[in-house]
T-cell receptor, first 113, second 112 residues
Framework: KAGVTQTPRYLIKTRGQQVTLSCSPISGHRSVSWYQQTPGQGLQFLFEYFSETQRNKGNFPGRFSGRQFSNSRSEMNVSTLELGDSALYLC????????????FGSGTQLSVL | TQLLEQSPQFLSIQEGENLTVYCNSSSVFSSLQWYRQEPGEGPVLLVTVVTGGEVKKLKRLTFQFGDARKDSSLHITAAQPGDTGLYLCAGERGTSYGKLTFGQGTILTVHP
């Protein structure tokens, strides 16, 4: 069974640009969560999608958005990039997203110059 | 405000030594999870503790959940170089909808 796949693995952007990251969950998983990991703040929850609906959202500005498609694949978008957005972005999937084991992908390392 | 305080942040020990990592909070969690993350990879779940006072063992790793479900600890016996990595505790509160609150992590280095 394939794991959670995130693309691309590495991304370099400049301030002001926008970026789209992709996540393919484990087959059969319908919940996809996104996290930002930085050395200073650690892992912080961005949002969660289930059946194409956002059910939960963390404390991030509106520049961070996401969506989920009917095949459960998810994308997150960051507009007007800032230097502080440099981070490892991780997605995790599970069947229902409620009190169950999360399976994380290897992440997308975003560098904003 | 960090809801989960993890300590120590860094731990450098020799092979064969024992160690304990702590995860503390003033909030009650419905469950506490421990993850291990290696460079360039996502976190991998080690264990989930749900019941206050629960103790779980995974080979040389022992996990405890506090009676009040506000704190947890991870104890490793006879550490090996293969235990090197970032250890993270994460708590769930209520109906999580994919949201975990993570501690800052403990970077463990075990020297041969």
């Amino acid at each position: 069974k394939a794991g959670v796949t995130q693309t691309p693995r590495y991304l370099i952007k400049t301030r002001g640009q926008q970026v789209t990251l992709s996540c393919s969950p484990i087959s059969g998983h319908r919940s996809v969560s996104w996290y930002q990991q930085t050395p200073g703040q650690g892992l912080q929850f961005l949002f969660e999608y289930f059946s194409e609906t956002q059910r939960n959202k963390g404390n991030f500005p509106g520049r961070f958005s996401g969506r989920q498609f009917s095949n459960s694949r998810s994308e997150m978008n960051v507009s007007t990039l800032e230097l502080g957005d440099s981070a490892l972005y991780l997605c995790a999937s599970s069947f229902w997203g409620i009190n169950e084991k999360l399976f994380f992908g290897s992440g997308t390392q975003l560098s904003v110059l | 405000t960090q809801l989960l305080e993890q300590s120590p942040q860094f731990l450098s020990i020799q092979e064969g030594e024992n160690l304990t990592v702590y995860c503390n909070s003033s909030s009650v969690f419905s469950s506490l999870q421990w993850y291990r993350q290696e460079p360039g990879e996502g976190p991998v779940l080690l264990v989930t503790v749900v019941t206050g006072g629960e103790v779980k063992k995974l080979k040389r790793l022992t996990f405890q959940f506090g009676d009040a479900r506000k704190d947890s600890s991870l104890h490793i016996t006879a550490a090996q170089p293969g235990d090197t990595g970032l250890y993270l505790c994460a708590g769930e509160r209520g109906t999580s909808y994919g949201k975990l609150t993570f501690g800052q992590g403990t970077i463990l280095t075990v020297h041969p």
